[in-house]
């Protein structure tokens, strides 16, 4: 079936760069989408970005001098790196595929 | 962006009763294939958000009937029939028209 769990560190430090991975089983990354929401802690959620089964991508405005998102199709792999992290930057990070989500990995922004 | 507006629901909700969430955007998710591109999600306490209504008024699979989506271009309302403890969680609208996806600021039902 379907699955998608996302990876990274759970503490990165204001100005570093995330970098998460979301590995995915039950289809391919090439005939499928794969989003990155984001949902601070006791908020709501937001759309950070896409990459397509093309393999072209699509980004949140908001975010988009800082985010980059790839993928490893081989490795059944997709990859988020933003940078110049800030506090506000403090969230769970979910990967998902249509109707289907990870876990979501909770990410810290904190010296 | 498409800026997408919930209504609060009188908290709590007795069991078995129906609760309408309410979904507002700003412009409108009907496109001219005739389809209207918005979702509705449930997030229970400590869980990923389920996909419960896509197409505005199409469950997703395994989704209890209890749940409907209906409106039109602009306005939308999730209905759940017989609440139960089950629905207990945090509902978002979504809509997938236009980049960036954007969803509503949430909606929490708790159960009476």
């Known amino acids: 079936q379907v699955q998608l769990k996302e990876s990274g560190p759970g503490l990165v430090q204001p100005s570093q760069t995330l970098s998460l991975t979301c590995t995915v089983s039950?289809?391919?990354?090439?005939?499928?989408?794969v989003h990155w929401v984001r949902q601070p802690p006791g908020k709501g959620l937001e759309w950070m970005g896409r990459?397509?089964?093309?393999?072209?991508?699509d980004y949140n405005s908001a975010l988009k001098s800082r985010l980059s998102i790839s993928r490893d199709t081989s490795k059944s792999q997709v990859f988020l790196k933003m940078n110049s992290l800030q506090t506000e930057d403090t969230a769970i990070y979910f990967c998902?595929?249509?109707?289907?989500w990870g876990q979501g990995t909770l990410v810290t922004v904190s010296s | 962006d498409i800026v997408m507006t919930q209504g609060a629901l009188p908290n709590p909700v007795p069991s078995g009763e129906s609760a309408s969430i309410t979904c507002q955007s700003s412009k409108s998710l009907l496109y001219s294939d005739g389809k209207t591109y918005l979702n509705w999600y449930l997030q229970r306490p400590g869980q990923s958000p389920q996909l419960l209504i896509y197409?505005?008024?199409t469950r997703a699979s395994g989704v209890s009937d209890r749940f409907s989506g209906s409106g039109s271009g602009t306005d939308f309302t999730l209905k759940i029939s017989r609440v139960e403890a089950e629905d207990v969680g945090v509902y978002y609208c979504?809509?997938?028209?236009?980049?960036?996806?954007?969803f509503g600021s949430g909606t929490k039902l708790e159960i009476k």
């Open positions: 039950g289809f391919s990354l090439t005939d499928y989408s």
């Open positions: 197409w505005m008024s």
């Open positions: 979504q809509q997938f028209l236009e980049f960036p996806r954007t």
């Open positions: 998902t595929r249509g109707p289907n």
């Open positions: 990459i397509q089964s093309g393999g072209s991508t």
